[in-house]
């Protein structure tokens, strides 16, 4: 390094970093002005407080500071990483977790099958080393990580001969991909902000992320049930004929989601009711709501000319159309206020509890192009990355949040600082594999995912699928195109009833989980690289051969072990999938685990086969030594039958162990006020005991009684 210039190579050295929390450093490159920040679309503002509570931590790069180049309207930016250094995230990618040694190009699209291109192609990612970086500026950048050697670095490897002469060959084998030692990343544009986040472990560093991007989402208690959206073209008479069959068969449901045929005209949207098939939506959505079922309404965000507002939000739309409808420019107030006052009046007044807002990810050729522009002054690629959040937090804030209402919706696109947001990503891609990778992926940068399921090619596909989707953010099925319902396969129909009541009876464990995502940034559900020892058998690296064809650079193959992960603080979930569809390895991390089903010892820091055959059809599910899981003491319909029901509070293990039972209204927004109660449930010498921590709301939930599983 040139001490006088405080360069490396034709870099310069960031060194005005800021700290602005415990553990949270940033610092601004070039002219952010006429940049957007991804933090200031974020639901709530950073919980500093909560931060500030956290582990003391120090700047991550003392010794070796990140560099830049500011050049020509182009922006690069270089963290240096260390040689045996994992790296993690960037969003909800389907094709694994670790992204050492690959290219990125992190642009809004639907799942682009390992480039980068993504539903959420979230800047930031997470370092085995303990701390986290976001690149908090919305414009599509192109990631290095440990690809590209620098030829004024002194870490790089000695180049070795591919083709020695026999006898002479080299200790350290040729490397297609040689090993690099930083991560660079590039836009096109004015202005970057970083954001470093430190921490004692990477869980430290993802709660440090959550709570600076205003903490994690507490849905309504209804929306963590049972959802079922119908057929596209279903009526109110064939949708009430199907929750009649939902209750007849005793299958739990609290919403029933309408798909486009809903509307007087969609693609693009009007966001009116269709008369001929809801000739009376006040009185549908009543009925609904009379059986404790919720209404979820599926939009995109391209208005019709028939919708009664075109005309008016004309002025406040993009130059190009989708679907040959307008694209709202909703970082404009007017065209905001033109939406909220139509779906208050369409649709808030009669009861409506939420949307799935769809089409908002890609492809090129179905979104405006990059070069499109907007009123606002926004460009077409910034809009690209940020209108699935624009779209989270005109719903959220200026709809449901005024109206003091929570809500739970779907969203198809998302990015950075989305933790607060109330809404699950969902997708069109239909690999069971990458459907499970996708719930781990999504804890590593504030968002959720849901795994829905749609069809099924057999009644083992439909039961694995449905297994896996109960144990996700959401649990739905979406049967817009198939009109299938969750008996559709009768050889599985008990199964799948008894995995949808089990996550019913684990609402209390649910919702508490989610509370501490809100509270403490902690993910309800997450990759089992953020337990202690998860990592132990995260991958397994397969020796390639020479292939002319197939492999001409010999690349060894890595293969990631990414279908397991932790639901709330103590269950570990191994769901059955594809050519693993009745049998599978699950690995236990050390620490002692059980079966949730027997309790029974099951190991620690262990391979075992687990076969459906033995477990009666039901997913794997392991539990950690001294764990509390509450559980409701019997099955319920829905959630409107949780209130008040006494719960089972079951204990793992030999080891003592403690669980905040989180309660509030489940429907308000009164608990951001402190309108909540907890209650300390401990298991200590062999009896439970209950505490009550805080008592500033009414009782959600009735008496506990121990269950002794072990």
């Known amino acids: 390094m040139n001490e006088i210039t405080k360069q490396v190579g034709n870099l310069d050295l960031i060194e005005n970093w800021q700290s602005v929390a415990n553990g949270v450093w940033k610092s601004e490159i070039g002219d952010m002005n006429s940049e957007k920040r991804y933090i200031s679309l974020a639901a709530e503002a950073p919980r500093l407080d909560r931060i500030n509570g956290l582990s003391p931590t120090s ?60 539903h959420a192609p979230v800047p930031f990612y997470i370092s085995s080393r303990g701390y986290g970086v976001f690149f908090n500026t919305a414009r599509f950048m192109k990631v290095y990580c440990q690809i590209g050697n620098r030829k004024d670095s002194q870490n790089n490897p000695l180049p070795v001969d591919r083709n020695p002469v026999s006898g002479t060959e080299p200790i350290n084998p040729w490397q297609a991909v040689p090993q690099g030692d930083a991560v660079e990343a590039h836009i096109i544009g004015k202005g970057m902000e970083l954001i470093i986040f430190g921490g004692t472990s990477m869980l430290d560093v993802i709660q440090r992320y959550n709570l600076y991007c205003g903490g994690g989402t507490l849905p309504p208690l209804w929306g963590l049930g049972f959802w079922h959206r119908v057929h596209a073209t279903f009526d109110a008479d064939q949708t009430e004929a199907e929750l009649s069959e939902f209750n007849k068969k005793q299958f739990p449901l609290d919403v029933i989601g309408l798909e486009p045929g809903w509307m007087s005209s969609s693609y693009p949207c009007t966001f009116e009711w269709q008369t001929a098939r809801f000739s009376d939506p006040f009185s549908f959505v009543e009925r609904l709501r009379k059986q404790g079922v919720r209404l979820n309404l599926w939009i995109n965000p391209y208005i019709s000319p028939e919708s009664g507002i075109y005309e008016k939000i004309y002025p406040y739309s993009g130059s190009h159309l989708v679907w040959l409808g307008l694209v709202p420019d909703y970082y404009m107030s007017q065209a905001r206020q033109l939406l909220v006052q139509q779906h208050t009046k369409e649709h808030l007044k009669i009861g409506v509890s939420g949307y799935k807002v769809d089409e908002v990810d890609g492809y090129d050729f179905w979104l405006w192009p990059d070069h499109a522009t907007f009123p606002s002054g926004t460009s077409g690629e910034t809009m690209r990355q940020t209108y699935g959040l624009l779209m989270q937090e005109l719903l959220y804030k200026d709809l449901f949040k005024q109206n003091n209402q929570r809500t739970y919706g779907n ?77 559709s396969f009768s050889e599985v129909e008990d199964a799948v009833r008894q995995v949808i009541q089990l996550r019913m009876r684990l609402l209390p464990y649910i919702y508490s989980s989610f509370a501490n995502y809100y509270f403490n940034g902690v993910p309800p559900i997450r990759a089992m690289i953020l337990e202690d020892g998860g990592n132990t058998e995260i991958e397994t690296r397969i020796n390639s051969q020479l292939d002319s064809e197939a492999n001409p650079y010999a690349m060894d193959k890595i293969i990631e072990k990414t279908d397991q992960f932790m639901f709330g603080p103590s269950i570990m979930v191994a769901p059955f999938y594809e050519n693993q569809a009745t049998e599978r390895y699950v690995y236990l991390p050390p620490g002692k685990w059980y079966d949730f089903y027997s309790g029974q010892y099951a190991g620690s820091d262990t391979t075992l086969l687990v076969k459906s055959e033995l477990l009666n059809d039901k997913i794997p599910l392991f539990v950690k030594d001294g764990a509390l899981i509450p559980m409701l003491k019997q099955d319920v319909m829905n959630t409107e039958e949780v209130i008040g029901h006494d719960l089972e509070v079951r204990h793992y293990g030999v080891d003592d162990g403690t669980f905040q039972l989180y309660e509030d209204d489940g429907k308000s927004f009164d608990y951001q006020k402190g309108v909540y109660r907890v209650r300390t449930l401990s298991f200590t010498n062999q009896r439970l005991t209950e505490t009550i921590s805080k008592d500033d709301a009414d009782s959600m939930f009735g008496s506990v009684s121990l269950k002794r599983m072990t």
């Open 411 to 487: 969203v198809r696109s998302s990015n950075g600082a989305a933790s607060g947001y109330p809404f699950v990503i969902y997708s069109d891609s239909y690999n069971h594999k990458e459907y499970i990778t996708g719930i781990s992926s999504a804890s590593l940068c504030g968002i959720l995912w849901t795994p829905e399921i749609r069809n099924a090619s057999s009644a083992r596909e439909w039961l694995n699928r449905m297994q896996t989707v109960c144990f996700s953010s959401m649990a739905k099925l979406n049967a817009w195109a198939t009109g299938l319902q969750p008996w």
């Open 59 to 118: 700047f991550p790069f003392e010794n070796c500071m990140p560099s830049y180049q500011d050049k020509d309207g182009k922006i690069t930016v270089r963290i240096p990483t260390e040689k045996d250094e994992h790296i993690y995230g960037f969003g909800l990618q389907f094709d694994g977790l670790k992204k050492n040694k690959t290219v990125l190009t992190l642009n809004t699209d639907h799942w682009g099958k390992g480039n980068g291109r993504t």
